[in-house]
């Protein structure tokens, strides 16, 4: 399982690059703009944290297959690193997805804004890297995010498609969860919800336990100490 954090807050980023064993970090337009700084500053900051083999996923804001390709080939170059494209699916992108699949530049490619299987299964076959399912603004219509992803997983093994499903828009641990038990390759989520997972009222009160013990006994010594 890959975690990934969805942020592009640099402050963020840095705790959770020291702390959590994240595979990298995604972004999309509205991500960046929610910081409200300098594009190129912002990314190339981020780039800095978690290094080139950890990989940045950076959103196209183009509409036409050329011009995605286009914007691909300068963040190729002015960003570099382990660097994924994400294109929204649509017939354009589609399209530019084939085309930087043909061209050899060294990107990868995350299919976003993905809803239905299909969405996801046609992208594949276009050559994406990753397809983007949104869990949480699926439950959120009363439709299945989860089943979402499950249709996927279950499509991609079908056919045997080398395309991983990265699941993104979540608002809660369940969510994570499930889609882990359903086979999801990649999950993306905010620091919060990523400490959230590791969170349990138990497990501090096993500590405080495992604290008040050894103390009781050898004050407060460490081991290093003896
Ligand atoms: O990466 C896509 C994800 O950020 C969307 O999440 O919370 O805006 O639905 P959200």
Same mark, same amino acid.
């Given at each position: ?12 980023? /840095?705790?959770?690059?020291?702390? =959590?064993? %994240? ?8 991500? %960046? ?24 996923? %950076?959103?196209? !804001? ?14 190729? #170059? #002015? ?21 930087? #699949? ?24 276009? *050559? ?16 299945? *995010? ?23 828009? =979540? /608002? ?22 990523? #400490? ?13 336990? =495992? ?10 010594? !460490?081991?290093?100490? =003896?």
């Amino acid at each position: 399982m890959e975690y990934i954090l969805d942020t592009a807050n640099v402050s963020d980023i /840095k705790y959770m690059n020291e702390y =959590f064993p %994240i595979a990298g970090v995604t972004t999309n337009p509205s991500i %960046i703009a929610k910081e409200k700084t300098d594009f190129y500053g912002l990314v190339g900051s981020i780039r800095n944290i978690i290094g080139n083999e950890k990989m940045l996923h %950076i959103q196209t !804001t183009q509409k036409t297959a050329e011009k995605i390709v286009e914007e691909a080939e300068v963040l190729a #170059k #002015k960003v570099g690193g382990n660097l994924y494209i994400k294109i929204p699916v649509c017939d354009e992108g589609l399209k530019a997805a084939s085309m930087l #699949k043909r061209s050899g530049l060294n990107v990868g490619v995350t299919m976003t804004a993905i809803f239905t299987p299909q969405q996801a299964l046609i992208s594949a076959m276009a *050559g994406a890297d990753y397809v983007a399912p949104y869990v949480n603004r699926l439950d959120s219509i009363s439709a299945d *995010g989860v089943g979402v992803v499950a249709d996927i997983v279950t499509l991609f093994q079908n056919f045997d498609v080398k395309c991983k499903v990265l699941a993104a828009s =979540f /608002k809660n641990v369940q969510q994570i969860n499930d889609v882990a038990l359903v086979g999801c390759h990649s999950v993306t989520a905010n620091a919060e919800l990523l #400490k959230a997972a590791i969170s349990h009222p138990m497990t501090d009160k096993a500590i405080q336990g =495992f604290d008040a013990d050894w103390q009781s006994v050898y004050g407060s010594s !460490t081991i290093l100490d =003896f």
